[in-house]
């Protein structure tokens, strides 16, 4: 079973994207639901503290925010590690990297096949133009199982 996300009002969703107004984003317009807890939790990989806090959930499949205590945002192979271990608890999930002054962002998901994992990323700078993002994220399909 699979269902889209309800189409975007793109300027509404330019200006929250803009602003890193995430949570706005996902609950106003994309008609994702209230998370079941927002509470931040730390997760520690390689030495390094992250916080992920959920922002938003549809149907079990959490939205996560991602930040480093030294306010950079994780390579890629940390990137993989955190998604591994949030994948324990939550098999489907998007994560959103951000840098500390909230200008940077990488949007973080994950194809299965089995074991294999095929990790999709998307960057936004804050300069730069939404649409494409906004694009990808108006499209994202949920896969239930």
Same mark, same amino acid.
């Given at each position: ?6 189409? @975007? ?7 929250? @994207? ?9 609950? /106003? ?42 306010? =950079?945002?994780?390579? &890629? =192979?940390?990137? @993989? ?17 951000? /840098? ?5 962002? @990488? ?7 089995? &074991? ?14 939404? /649409? ?14």
């Amino acid at each position: 079973m699979s269902f889209s996300i309800m189409p @975007l009002n793109f300027q509404n969703a330019r200006n929250l @994207l803009y602003e890193f107004r995430l949570r706005n984003l996902f609950i /106003d317009e994309l008609g994702w639901s209230q998370p079941s807890s927002s509470r931040s939790e730390p997760l520690e990989i390689e030495g390094q503290i992250y916080t992920r806090t959920r922002i938003a959930e549809m149907s079990g499949v959490p939205v996560f925010e991602i930040t480093a205590t030294d306010g =950079d945002i994780a390579t &890629a =192979d940390t990137r @993989l590690e955190i998604y591994k271990a949030i994948a324990q608890q939550f098999a489907e999930n998007l994560l959103i990297f951000i /840098d500390q002054n909230r200008t940077r962002s @990488l949007w973080y998901w994950a194809k299965r096949e089995g &074991a294999k994992i095929y990790p999709r990323t998307e960057t936004y700078l804050k300069e730069q133009p939404a /649409d494409l993002i906004l694009s990808k994220i108006g499209g994202l399909r949920i896969e239930l199982k």
